[in-house]
């Protein structure tokens, strides 16, 4: 699923590769053949804060650093909790999003974007049990080696030497950067849903 295209318009996501405008856009060959990808595979343009009754019953389900963008931290944490929904009995979510980890009291809170702290996936795991789920243990160590200690600032990228861009491409991998003044990285929720 994705966001109707129409409302990605202005988002960025259509420019950078971020959005499945089609479901060629999300075909990899290095990992199905074609024929197994058009058997297996559809795209439907969902809107994750009303997930439709027609979404059941999977085995999995994956969101990757869209949560953030619903407009508000309580709309990511009823979306996690939601989503459990389109699972049947024992199947696995698993939901990345970003972590301000470098302030417990203030966070970035916009309609375009937010920044979840340690204190709301602990209360996204608190919920989830509560209704019977399994989730794997929190971990918000940050890591202490070189790169873990590398925050990257925008624009992203803009001082890469031509040769590095012609060698990488026009992505800019990083592990922290910084948004709204605060630092952030990449969180993960895995949940199983009750038997």
């Known amino acids: 699923t994705d966001l109707q295209p129409d409302k990605s318009v202005g988002l960025g996501w259509a420019t ?7 479901l060629d856009h ?5 990992l199905v053949s074609r024929e197994d990808f058009a058997r297996n595979v559809e795209l439907e343009y969902v809107d994750m804060n009303n997930i439709p009754a027609t979404l059941r019953d999977y085995d999995f389900c994956w969101s990757v650093c869209a949560y953030e963008h619903l407009g508000s931290i309580q709309a990511g944490i009823d979306f996690v909790v939601n989503s459990m929904d ?32 340690k204190r709301h996936f602990i209360e996204i ?5 509560e209704l019977g789920h399994e989730v794997a243990e929190l971990d918000f160590d940050i890591g202490d080696k070189p790169l873990d ?27 922290k950067i910084t948004l709204g003044g605060y630092c952030t990285t990449c969180f993960g929720i895995v949940a199983t849903k009750r038997k």
């Open 16 to 22: 950078t590769g971020q959005h499945t405008s089609t």
């Open 26 to 30: 999300c075909f990899q060959p290095h």
């Open 149 to 175: 200690k590398f925050i990257d600032f925008p624009p992203f990228g803009g001082d890469m030497p031509r040769f590095v861009k012609e060698n990488w491409g026009e992505m800019y991998p990083h592990m």
């Open 125 to 129: 795991a608190r919920r989830l049990r």
């Open 86 to 117: 389109v699972l049947k009995p024992g199947g696995r979510a698993v939901h990345t999003t970003e972590f301000n980890f470098s302030d417990d009291v203030s966070t970035l809170e916009t309609p375009q974007t937010v920044l979840f702290q």
